[in-house]
């Protein structure tokens, strides 16, 4: 394996388990074996290096998640509910994948290509949501797409909040069905 994919693997793997914000340099050359001065030659800074894992780490998410959606569901309560109850497995399954995730949102602040990076994987995820849990799929209106996607996808991480910090008081999938939230009504 070259120094650049073991460096690369080992920017997986200390997002995964330190998160962008306390991943160091000595974290990286410790975890990879390589010299500090790799980083800077492959990537151009320990940031670029984090950024690109980030990215590979998101698309990993997003594949995910994806896989999820696409399982047959139809827009009936029980479906509804077997869909979040995936999701939510789903989520306990990959927790630090989804934490990465929601670190991203705040490294977008400072980073252009991290913030493009998300607002096309939200694009990819409103569209995805709205066939699964709405029925609209390409075919269908683009604002109703961009409404219904949009209204799903805020569901979805705010219910991934939920479980990510307190599972011990998150949604059940029958609780959120329940409720009407997958159908956007309220009981």
């Known amino acids: 394996m070259s120094a650049k994919d073991k460096l690369l693997l080992a920017a997986r793997d200390c997002l995964l388990t330190k998160g962008y914000a306390h991943t160091t340099v000595r974290d990286l050359v410790a975890a990879s074996g390589a010299n500090q001065a790799s980083i800077n030659y ?22 995910l998640l994806f896989a999820v959606l696409e399982e047959p569901a139809g827009t009936r309560s029980g479906d509804q509910e077997a869909l979040w109850g995936r999701i939510i497995d789903s989520i306990q399954a990959n927790r ?3 934490f990465v995730n929601f670190e991203s949102v705040a490294s977008a602040r400072q980073d252009e290509e991290i913030r493009g990076m998300i607002a096309g994987g939200q694009e990819l995820a409103r569209a995805s949501l709205a ?21 799903y996808l805020a569901l979805l ?31």
Not at 44 to 54: D, F, I, V, Y
């Open 42 to 63: 492959h990537f151009g800074s320990k940031e670029q290096l984090l950024t690109r894992a980030l990215r590979d780490l998101n698309t990993e998410w997003g594949e």
């Open 96 to 98: 630090s994948l989804w």
């Open 131 to 151: 066939r699964a849990f709405a029925g609209l799929g390409p075919d269908s209106d683009p604002g109703e797409v961009q409404t219904a996607g949009s209204h």
């Open 157 to 187: 991480v705010g219910l991934a909040s939920q479980w990510l910090t307190d599972p011990e008081r998150a949604p059940t999938a029958e609780q959120f069905a329940a409720a009407g939230f997958s159908s956007g009504r309220r009981g």
